[in-house]
């Protein structure tokens, strides 16, 4: 089960947007345009599914 009060804690720290493409940043981005993170969700927009997925994939290696 996803602790929503953490999720939204991680998700606070994350970056998304065309504001931030072509740019270079430690953490992680959501979408394509992040794609200079170190770690970036892809898609344009990424489908909820795999938002939800990397949020439950990071929680459970806490």
């Known amino acids: 089960m996803v602790c929503l009060e953490s999720s939204i804690k991680i998700i606070n720290k994350e970056e998304l ?14 979408g394509a345009c992040t794609s200079g993170f170190d ?17 439950v994939l990071h929680l459970d290696s806490r």
Do not use: H, S, T
């Open 17 to 30: 947007g065309q504001g931030f493409k072509n740019k270079r940043y430690d953490g992680l981005g959501i």
């Open 39 to 55: 770690n970036y969700i892809k898609g344009c927009p990424p489908k909820a599914r795999d938002i939800v997925e990397w949020i």
